[in-house]
C-alpha cells in the first residue's frame, strides 16, 4: 500500500491518560485513542510495547527499521519495537491502544541480575501482531494502574514492571534466558528480617528494590522465593498487614478514618475502603461498628 504524505503525521498525538508524571522510573505507560490514518516515529532509546485495546478489527500497515508487516489487527494483538529503530504505522480505522515503553537501564538491570545474562548482549527482538497472554495480563494490570493514578504503590507497580521485562526477554529477545527454579524459599532468618521491616513500614512507599537488597538478592527471586514462603506475592502481604494494622486502629482507638488510612499507608479514604471491602468483605466503618 502507498500512503500519502497528507495521511502520516510527523508528530505524535497527546495520549488520553499518561504516567508521565507518576514517578514511574521503569516504565512510561500511555494511553491513546486516535481515528484512522499514521505516524511516523524516531528511532527511540527504549524498546516499545503496544498493546490493542480496540474491540473492532482494524487494518493496519507498519514497519520498524527494515521489517514490514501488513494484518488485520485485534484487541489483545501485541506489537513490539526494539530501540534504535525508526517506526511507522498507517491504520485505516479508528484504533485505540496500550503504549508502554520500558527504560534499557532497567532491561539491563533485571537481564543481568534476575536472568544472569550479558546485559550487553540483550537485544529486544521486533514483532508484529502476536498473541502473549502473560504479557497481555500483565500490560492489563499496568493500564488499570494507570486509570487508578499508581493508587497500589510502588512495590506493586515495581513487580508488575520486572515480572514485564522477564516474560519479554523469554519470549522476544535474540538470547531464550532460562529461569532459575527455587523450593526452599527465603529461610527462617531472612523471612523473619523482611516481614518485621515490612511491618514497622506500613506507612511508607515501600520499593521492591530495597527489600530485595535486604535479602541479598535479585527482584524477581525475591519475589519468587517470598510468595513461596508466605503463599502471596510480596505486594499481597504488604496490603493484607496493612488492613490488619487497620482492624486493629478501628477497633481499639478514636482515629477518624482518614487518619487509619494514612497510618496504614493508603493514600486516600477511598482508597482504603476499596482495599478493605476487597478482603474482608465489609467497609471499615462497618467493620468498627460490629
Known sequence: MKVSHSSINQNPRLPIVSSHNLGWESVLVQEYQQPSGGMK??????????????????RTYESA???HHIGLYRQGDLCITPSGIPSSYYAEDHHQYLYVQISSSFIQQVAEEDLELNPNRVDVMPAFQVRNPQLEQLLRLLQTELHQ???????????LANALVVNLLQDYSAIHPRITQFN???????????????????????KLAHLA???????SHFSR??????GLSPHQYLLQQRVERAKQLLKHTNQSLVEIALACGFD???HFTRQFRQITGITPKAYRMN
Open 268 to 270: 486516600s479514604h477511598s
Open 213 to 219: 537488597q535486604l535479602a541479598k538478592m535479585s527482584q
Open 41 to 58: 516515529f524516531p528511532a527511540e532509546v527504549d524498546p516499545v510495547i503496544i498493546l490493542i485495546l480496540t474491540t473492532q478489527p482494524h
Open 65 to 67: 527499521g527494515n521489517y
Open 225 to 230: 522465593l517470598f510468595k513461596q514462603s508466605m
Open 149 to 159: 493514578g499508581g493508587r497500589m504503590g510502588r512495590l506493586y507497580l515495581e513487580s
Open 184 to 206: 526452599q524459599g527465603l529461610g527462617d532468618h531472612k523471612l523473619l528480617q523482611i516481614t518485621h521491616y515490612i511491618d514497622e513500614a506500613l506507612d511508607q512507599d515501600l
